[in-house]
């Protein structure tokens, strides 16, 4: 005899079912494009994604970002890290949390998220010049 599973059940198992799809269509994404859409997530601007494997070996890519104020900054470097260790790529280390710099290290991908200020200061492209920037695709619109 088969178990009749009540709708709220039904419902429950779909949506974690929709759950896993999200979770295992994020790890379809490159890395440095999941830390894009996280950091788009909290509104950060101005991001810039930088490829240096030709140029460097410490890391292949730099995301680089900007935030209003220190709240933001953080923000956007929680959701990163929060996506990032749902994709089993956890943080390696943070620097400058309480700053107008933060720099989050995910071995592969280094996070860098500014002051509009700092950004300007620091001038991380320009130092960087012979990097090559990526394009970032458009995020999908959800139906």
Request: with cysteine; hydrophobic share 40%; glycine share 4%.
């Amino acid at each position: 005899m088969d178990a009749v599973l009540p709708p709220e059940a039904t419902q429950l198992e779909e949506a974690t079912a929709d759950q896993d799809d999200e979770e295992d269509d994020s790890d379809d994404i490159p890395g440095w494009l999941a830390v894009v859409r996280a950091a788009e997530d909290k509104k950060a601007t101005d991001i810039l994604v930088l490829d240096l494997r030709e140029v460097t070996t410490f890391t292949d890519f730099f995301v680089i970002c900007t935030g209003g104020n220190a709240k933001q900054l953080q923000a956007i470097t929680d959701e990163v890290a929060s996506q990032m260790k749902r994709r089993g790529e956890p943080v390696i280390s943070i620097e400058g949390y309480d700053g107008e710099w933060i720099l989050s290290d995910y071995s592969d991908i280094v996070l860098h998220v500014f002051t509009e200020k700092s950004r300007e200061f620091y001038s991380l492209a320009r130092l960087w010049k012979e990097a090559t920037q990526l394009e970032i695709p458009p995020a999908e619109v959800a139906s």
